[in-house]
């Protein structure tokens, strides 16, 4: 970013001032890993959010996790680290470095509203979300992004993450050249089985399309109700496949990540169905 235009730098001890300082040409700062690599035209104000006091991991009904809390924070949290398996630790590790999970908060990452393996992760897990403009309001991941884009002063506040409830069992997968790049696309999914052998609520996301990860109703469809089989799992694949509007970009053409959605949705769906039948035993 080029800092030359900046020529207040804020740092509000409380969300009220935070959200006064929010004015045109003022932008918030949290870890800074985006606000630093982008230029912003027109921005002379910082914001620096980390005086605030939303840096926490608190295990309550599921888990409530500050706007600043790093992804190192929840990485190292004990009990979201073993969630469901470690779907959340294991995609941690494969965001970025841990240099940049340091700095990186859950706050900043989720107002981006692009390029994101955690956003799939936590729309598949029915996150929600806490957002301050003036009030709070709290409301599910998926509608904040169905929203389109934030109002501009809008502040995260919090997210939610939900039990994991019986019988249930999560999994997610990124493609991506190196560890450290972008994914050409990932796939998370949740399976809550319904009695014994059939599948319940079922949430089967797939991101960086290019666009950011959206669940996928048609493939849901595909495989609530059914036995959770190699032919539900294949069908779900290729409903996924034929419902995501691919888009070809600089990392991936469209045909190409129409072929890794099948692979990712299959597996991570195979996966699943191998953690819930190891809860069993
Ligand atoms: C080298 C590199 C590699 C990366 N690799 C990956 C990867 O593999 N996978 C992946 O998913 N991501 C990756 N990222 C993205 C990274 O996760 C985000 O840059 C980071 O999470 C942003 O958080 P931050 O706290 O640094 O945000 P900041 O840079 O401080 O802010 C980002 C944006 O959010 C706004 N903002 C900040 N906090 C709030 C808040 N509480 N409420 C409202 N708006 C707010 C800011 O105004 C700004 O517009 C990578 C980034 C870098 C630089």
């Given at each position: 970013?080029?800092?030359?235009?900046?020529?207040?730098?804020?740092?509000?001890?409380?969300?009220?001032?935070?959200?006064?300082?929010?004015?045109?040409?003022?932008?918030?700062?949290?870890?800074?890993?985006?606000?630093?690599?982008?230029?912003?035209?027109?921005?002379?104000?910082?914001?620096?959010?980390?005086?605030?006091?939303?840096?926490?991991?608190?295990?309550?009904?599921?888990?409530?996790?500050?706007?600043?809390?790093?992804?190192?924070?929840?990485?190292?949290?004990?009990?979201?680290?073993?969630?469901?398996?470690?779907?959340?630790?294991?995609?941690?590790?494969?965001?970025?470095?841990?240099?940049?999970?340091?700095?990186?908060?859950?706050?900043?990452?989720?107002?981006?509203?692009?390029?994101?393996?955690?956003?799939?992760?936590?729309?598949?897990?029915?996150?929600?979300?806490?957002?301050?403009?003036?009030?709070?309001?709290?409301?599910?991941?998926a509608d904040f992004y169905g929203e389109g884009a934030a109002p501009s002063r809008a502040l995260i506040t919090e997210v939610q993450i939900p039990p994991a409830g019986k019988d249930t069992a999560a999994a997610f997968l990124k493609f991506s050249r190196t560890v450290f790049d972008?994914?050409?696309?990932?796939?998370?999914?949740?399976?809550?089985?319904?009695?014994?052998?059939?599948?319940?609520?079922?949430?089967?996301?797939?991101?960086?399309?290019?666009?950011?990860?959206?669940?996928?109703?048609?493939?849901?469809?595909?495989?609530?109700?059914?036995?959770?089989?190699?032919?539900?799992?294949?069908?779900?694949?290729?409903?996924?496949?034929?419902?995501?509007?691919?888009?070809?970009?600089?990392?991936?053409?469209?045909?190409?990540?129409?072929?890794?959605?099948?692979?990712?949705?299959?597996?991570?769906?195979?996966?699943?169905?191998?953690?819930?039948?190891?809860?069993?035993?």
């Amino acid at each position: 970013m080029s800092l030359t235009g900046i020529t207040a730098y804020l740092r509000p001890q409380t969300l009220e001032e935070a959200y006064s300082c929010l004015g045109s040409g003022a932008l918030a700062v949290a870890g800074g890993t985006d606000v630093l690599r982008h230029s912003r035209v027109g921005v002379h104000t910082l914001v620096d959010l980390g005086a605030l006091p939303l840096r926490y991991v608190r295990e309550e009904h599921g888990f409530a996790v500050g706007a600043n809390a790093t992804l190192t924070d929840l990485l190292e949290h004990p009990g979201l680290a073993a969630h469901l398996d470690g779907v959340i630790a294991g995609m941690l590790q494969a965001v970025g470095s841990p240099l940049l999970r340091n700095a990186a908060t859950i706050g900043g990452h989720l107002a981006r509203r692009r390029y994101s393996d955690i956003v799939p992760v936590l729309l598949a897990l029915d996150a929600g979300v806490t957002v301050y403009e003036g009030a709070e309001r709290t409301l599910p991941l998926a509608d904040f992004y169905g929203e389109g884009a934030a109002p501009s002063r809008a502040l995260i506040t919090e997210v939610q993450i939900p039990p994991a409830g019986k019988d249930t069992a999560a999994a997610f997968l990124k493609f991506s050249r190196t560890v450290f790049d972008f994914a050409l696309l990932n796939c998370a999914v949740l399976v809550r089985r319904d009695g014994p052998e059939r599948v319940g609520h079922c949430r089967i996301v797939v991101g960086e399309t290019p666009a950011l990860g959206a669940s996928v109703p048609e493939a849901e469809d595909a495989l609530r109700g059914t036995p959770f089989d190699d032919a539900s799992i294949a069908a779900a694949a290729e409903a996924a496949v034929a419902a995501v509007p691919f888009a070809g970009d600089q990392r991936a053409a469209a045909d190409y990540r129409r072929a890794l959605c099948r692979v990712g949705v299959r597996r991570c769906l195979e996966e699943a169905r191998r953690r819930l039948e190891e809860g069993r035993r």
